[in-house]
């Protein structure tokens, strides 16, 4: 019958994602944890600085941070939203830390590190210089640069480091910060030589493997990304380890470059004008992934006695949409604000919907309420939509009865089963797909608020209520009482990891599994067999372990949602005078006969 199949393939397909989600929760993660532990416990060595077509070479094994940056002299930082220091050895910027932002919500939390110097682990950090053909001594990974100009870098304060390399070349670097995490480099070269020379400037990017806790998001882009041939470009740092380590190339003007995290990002932006060869890689180096975003501009020829200057530019910061647009707008840097990752076919919905939702929370103050009332004008926009989807799964279970009655009478001839069931629905104004329908009209809206929700910064280690961080996961479990007994469940010895798994159950994935259960109790499933219908049954048990991980701020999202969308259906089922879960619940709390 064509409400039995199109309703079992709807089961199919969730049961077939339910699946998928659970061995992912249960086999891949803790396969990556362990990999992650690993990872963690022998970090990899550092590698040396790779140049655009340089080969990747090993190193000495990583040193602490501290002693990293011990190794060479520096020129301090200090930002309103920034502090850190450039290393005099390659005149690069290699310790950067956002101080507007905190590791954790901890008082006295360190601020967050955005870029680490080469030879402690993990490092990245950022490169300027020049490349050409047979010019000997060009400044490098090893060069010292002199500092001749300022003593700290700062909105305002310029330093100017300067190097010659003996024979006839002299470099000067003139390095600007402003109040937030754009730097100004301007680089330029003289030639005192008796013959010209040709130089092509360049920048890159690098990171030196990847820490545990990068990249395990499947639902924003984390790695390479820029904008390139006009296109946005963006690689995962798995893309760019596939078959070895693979090169990506583009050639194009108006470009920049770089590496982003969730949050945070490190891009290259060459000068509007300038035509550049962009180059993202694994160069692999040993054992270790060495990802890199680089770029060549056009060459130079200098002439003896004469010298050419570039001018470029290199974000280092928080990904706060109104601070990229602002300098979208002023650099004139194209789709800028594509580092933050919209979603490659819903954008033109994710995009206004984070206009929106952070347009309330400045209204409101707090995120958490600001989703709240996002959801309920979500709802709002869609009432025609699901009030129609609603009467139509009413409809459906108000006839539920009169269905099963033919198919009694009807069990030996299914083609008059079938007629007698489509004049029933005729009769009664059934449509038993009007239901599917607005569920698929508002799925790419949901998923788009999903989006948003992962890509807000805003939301991240925002408070509300209880909760201390609306992008963390609930950080109480059943396992505890919720905090009244005072230990950790995940340092059990050998349940303690399977408790922290899917198994950590606070009180959100609690609210929202029972929730979706009343959802689901008042869904009518018309000619769904016993078997289906304990499928459906458990489908709130399994999704609640499924959401457990999930941000706290995803599941007030999904909790009020089903919260408001119970509402609704039980209005409808009270308006249709139909049998409901609800009233059938109040009735035995009551002492009534029965709801309605």
Known sequence: MQDDSSRNTIIFLVCALALFIVYQMFVLEPAQKRKAAELKAHPPAAAAQLLPGAPALNAPPAVTRAAALAATPRVPLAAPALKGSISLRGGRLDDLFLTKYRQTTDKGSPPVEMLRPEGAPFPWFIDFGWVGQNVPALPGATTNWTLAEGSTLAPGAPVTLTYNNGQGLSFTRRIAVDQNYMFTVTDTVANAGPIPVTLAPYGTVQ???VPP???KSGVVHEGAIGYLDGHVRAFTYKDLSKNGG???EFNSAGAWTGITDRYWLAALIPDAGEQVHAVYRDAKAGNVDV???NYTGAARTIAPGGQVTVTQ?????AKTVPLLQAYQKSLGIAHFDDAVDWGRFFFFLTRPIYTFLTFIFHQVGTFGVAILLLTVCVRVAFFPIANKQYESM???????????DLRRRYKDDPAKQQQEIMALYQREKVNPLAGCLPILLQIPVFYSLYKVLNISIEMRHAPFLAFSDLSARDP????NLFGLIPWNPAHLPLLGPILDTSLHLGILPLAYGFTMFLTTSMTPQTGVDPAQQ???QFMPLIFMFIMAPFAVGLLIYWTWSNVLTTLQQYVMMRRFKVDNPIDRALARLTGKAGGG
């Open 534 to 536: 304990r499928i459906f």
């Open 207 to 209: 990171r030196q493997g």
């Open 246 to 248: 693979s090169t990506q």
């Open 394 to 404: 009413t409809k459906m279970k108000k006839v539920q009865p009169l269905m099963e």
């Open 313 to 317: 530019h290199l974000f280092a910061g």
């Open 291 to 293: 990802y890199e975003a």
């Open 476 to 479: 109480t479990t059943i396992w």
């Open 213 to 215: 806790d990068v990249a």
